[in-house]
């Protein structure tokens, strides 16, 4: 496959930074958010579910996308590709795995939890199983922030030689 030259590599990377910043941000936003809700407050906790959502749909999603696409471009179109450097082979699956954890756990008791507040408005509150979600939705969000940490410092250090 053709490989991209020297001044796209520079505009795929600054484009890279930024959806990460994106994900990372959102994540950050959501774990603040989740931390300060008040669940004995029915008003207080339906905003913050709302405004979860919007971060979810509209922030972290783009940049979790995006950061997947751009991983794969460097991955077929650069002489890094997925698994010539065990740190680049790491970090890609770490991703998938964090992505995964973001859509099929994070996501999915954010939207029950939502439904609940919308259809046990007060009650939800009280209702072990929202309780329950709440909790592991931001026990999954910690693991995202260390999985996101971990990577940047990976990313950074560049441990592990190139494979032979």
């Known amino acids: ?3 991209i030259g020297p001044k796209k590599m520079k505009w795929l990377k600054i484009i ?9 941000g959102g994540i950050l936003s959501s ?24 971060i979810s749909d509209n922030i972290i ?5 995006g950061t997947l696409l751009v991983g794969f471009i460097y991955g077929f179109f650069t002489n890094w590709g997925f ?14 795995i964090q992505t995964i954890v973001g859509i099929f756990i994070v996501d999915k008791l954010m939207i ?3 439904e609940l507040l919308e259809t046990q408005k007060e009650m939800a509150l009280n209702n072990p199983i ?7 939705r931001q026990y999954a969000i910690y693991f995202q922030v260390v999985v996101t940490i971990f990577i ?8 592990w030689r190139k494979k032979k």
């Open 1 to 3: 496959m053709k490989k």
């Open 16 to 24: 890279h930074v930024f959806l990460v910043v994106l994900f990372f």
């Open 31 to 54: 774990l603040a958010l989740n931390l300060h809700i008040d669940l004995t407050n029915y008003e207080e906790s339906y905003l913050i579910y709302k405004n979860i959502i919007i």
């Open 61 to 65: 999603r783009w940049g979790a996308v």
């Open 83 to 96: 698994f010539k450097h065990r740190w680049v082979g790491v970090k890609f699956v770490l991703f998938i």
């Open 112 to 114: 029950a939890n939502m």
């Open 130 to 136: 929202f309780i329950q979600n709440h909790e592991i």
């Open 152 to 159: 940047f410092i990976i990313s950074y250090i560049k441990p």
